[in-house]
């Protein structure tokens, strides 16, 4: 299939321009869940010296988890290195519980920079861990563009908070 152009240069100007609006800490639910210490309420499934990871409350999958620093930072290069070396050592933790949990056959783990590329908080970034099963993609989003989710929140969020307490 081609793809005509529409060429339309005058448009530079405010596409280079244009910037994101980033809400701030306190309109910034993350923020919010790190401040309040209500985990079971708000699905926070662990906190780290510079990391917190919550249930997505709307969920591509079963068991996607957000995983952000602690601090209200938009851009990778506002991290320093604990905070960065946190949320990756915080997804490895996760994706290898969720290995033992749930037994996925793979993981999508990404990180959407800014509304543009798709991040629906671009003032706080996070990255999605996404653990994902052969045929996990079924007539229904194929059909009607619906996701099924086969798993509450709150009986993922004790299965995981279980499997991430440390065994003695």
């Known amino acids: 299939?081609?793809?005509?152009?529409?060429?339309?240069?005058?448009?530079?100007?405010?596409?280079?321009?244009?910037?994101?609006?980033?809400?701030?800490?306190?309109?910034?639910?993350?923020?919010?869940?790190?401040?309040?210490?209500?985990?079971?309420?708000?699905?926070?499934?662990?906190?780290?010296?510079?990391?917190?990871?919550?249930?997505?409350?709307?969920?591509?999958?079963?068991?996607?988890?957000?995983?952000?620093?602690?601090?209200?930072?938009?851009?990778?290069?506002?991290?320093?290195?604990?905070?960065?070396?946190?949320c990756m050592h915080e997804l490895r933790r996760l994706a290898a519980a969720y290995g033992r949990i749930l037994q996925p056959d793979g993981f999508n783990i990404g990180l959407n920079l800014g509304r543009a590329a798709g991040a629906g908080l671009p003032g706080h970034l996070h990255w999605h861990l996404v653990p994902r099963w052969n045929g996990d993609t079924n007539f229904m989003t194929v059909v009607d563009d619906v996701r099924v989710i086969s798993q509450s929140l709150a009986s993922l969020y004790q299965l995981l908070t279980s499997a991430l307490k440390p065994t003695a």
């Open 1 to 86: 299939m081609s793809h005509e152009r529409l060429w339309a240069p005058w448009r530079l100007a405010y596409v280079a321009t244009a910037k994101d609006s980033p809400p701030d800490e306190q309109g910034c639910f993350l923020c919010r869940y790190r401040d309040e210490q209500r985990d079971a309420d708000n699905f926070v499934v662990s906190r780290g010296e510079h990391t917190l990871s919550v249930l997505n409350r709307f969920p591509y999958n079963n068991g996607h988890v957000l995983v952000a620093p602690l601090a209200h930072k938009a851009r990778l290069d506002d991290l320093n290195d604990d905070e960065l070396l946190g």
